[in-house]
């Protein structure tokens, strides 16, 4: 025998009161937790980019710190011969000449070069999260490369 069928304006049983409150509640933390990830990471992007930019900038002013009388002709071709003095100190010049307002604890960790020809500066900062979050509260550290070179033609 089947127990009787419900009646369309009848209640529903006791235990499923509620529960669309919950989802609701549920889903709405979860659409909150997205947004804090999407916004965070997209921060953390354009904070790379504008960092890969300030590299950008001062290793090529380090690929031009040569001075004249370092050039020669090798070959036919004109040539500079950079040291990594020079370059340090003409990627610390920019840096100090350089505006760069948001970015945090912007250090020259490596302004170099390796076959006196292109100039590698590596710059390193500290990235925070734009809306503070339990997964990364103090923030990220950052670096990025950026290689030129000084070519005459």
């Known amino acids: 025998m ?18 669309t409150l919950l989802l609701t509640i549920f889903y709405g933390f979860l659409a909150l937790v997205v947004v804090l990830i999407v916004v965070a990471a997209t921060s953390l ?5 504008k960092l890969f930019t300030l590299a950008d900038g001062a290793a090529l002013a380090g690929a031009e710190s040569f001075a004249l009388d370092a050039v020669a002709i090798d070959s036919g071709e004109l040539h ?9 100190a003409a990627a610390t010049a920019y840096l100090a000449a350089a505006p760069h307002p948001n970015l945090e604890n912007v250090v020259v960790t490596r302004a170099d070069t390796v076959d006196g020809q292109s100039a590698t500066v590596t710059l390193q900062a500290w990235w925070r999260p734009p809306v503070l ?3 990364v509260p103090d ?13 005459f033609h």
């Open 2 to 19: 089947r127990p009787p069928a419900r009646p369309a304006n009848r209640p529903a049983p006791h235990g499923e009161e509620g529960s």
């Open 45 to 49: 992007y354009l904070e790379r980019k």
């Open 80 to 88: 500079a011969a950079l040291t990594s003095p020079e370059i340090r």
């Open 133 to 135: 979050t339990l997964f």
């Open 139 to 151: 923030g990220l550290p950052m670096d990025v490369t950026a290689v030129a070179r000084s070519v």
